[in-house]
T-cell receptor, first 111, second 116 residues
Framework: GENVEQHPSTLSVQEGDSAVIKCTYSDSASNYFPWYKQELGKGPQLIIDIRSNVGEKKDQRIAVTLNKTAKHFSLHITETQPEDSAVYFCAATSLGNQFYFGTGTSLTVIP | EPEVTQTPSHQVTQMGQEVILRCVPISNHLYFYWYRQILGQKVEFLVSFYNNEISEKSEIFDDQFSVERPDGSNFTLKIRSTKLEDSAMYFC??????????????FGSGTRLTVV
């Protein structure tokens, strides 16, 4: 089955700096890669996603890049703000069925 | 915005007791899922459910677990005889059929199960 690796496990950045979280996957059949933000006591919330036929997608301060050949995808957050502090999970799936999640990255934005 | 609702938010149970975790998926969704997240670990798939039957389950989902859609709105996860290692956050998710921009995959806010 699919195996998703995520790093770093923790990341601290100064407010206004950029944050980058990277994930790799193993199954070349995976074709959909969402990123979720999880705040304390809440369920994962989708923040951005990318399909395998797209190399990059951007939504305001958040962007995701995908390298199908290398089987890795990354989340980029620019101009970080304290409210960006949370745990971020990447995931991979094919056919929209079960998601395989990464181990999570705890992001702390220092004011 | 439509939500997946889970109850209770926190449940404490004695080892060996049965628990039922409840979920109300988004009304027009047809695929339903349970995931769990042991503290500090990744979110893990348990089971998917479609057309009133299990479509896929992980090795975690053994005979102690069962799922049911007892009526048109609820989707439940039952753990027959809880063990200490069942302590985790349990997330319900649902999605629309077909392949929309994000498969319409929506997670609930979770039920924290503590087995003592």
């Amino acid at each position: 089955g699919e195996n998703v690796e995520q790093h770093p496990s923790t990341l601290s950045v100064q407010e206004g700096d950029s944050a980058v979280i990277k994930c790799t996957y193993s199954d070349s059949a995976s074709n959909y890669f969402p990123w979720y933000k999880q705040e304390l006591g809440k369920g994962p919330q989708l923040i951005i996603d990318i399909r395998s036929n797209v190399g990059e997608k951007k939504d305001q301060r958040i962007a995701v890049t995908l390298n199908k050949t290398a089987k890795h995808f990354s989340l980029h957050i620019t101009e970080t703000q304290p409210e960006d502090s949370a745990v971020y999970f990447c995931a991979a799936t094919s056919l929209g069925n079960q998601f395989y999640f990464g181990t999570g990255t705890s992001l702390t934005v220092i004011p | 915005e439509p939500e997946v609702t889970q109850t209770p938010s926190h449940q404490v149970t004695q080892m060996g007791q049965e628990v039922i975790l409840r979920c109300v998926p988004i009304s027009n969704h047809l695929y339903f899922y349970w995931y769990r997240q042991i503290l500090g670990q990744k979110v893990e798939f348990l089971v998917s459910f479609y057309n009133n039957e299990i479509s896929e389950k992980s090795e975690i989902f053994d005979d102690q677990f069962s799922v049911e859609r007892p009526d048109g709105s609820n989707f439940t996860l039952k753990i027959r005889s809880t063990k200490l290692e069942d302590s985790a956050m349990y997330f319900c998710a649902s999605r629309t059929p077909g392949q929309g921009s994000n498969y319409g995959y929506t997670f609930g806010s979770g039920t924290r199960l503590t087995v003592v």
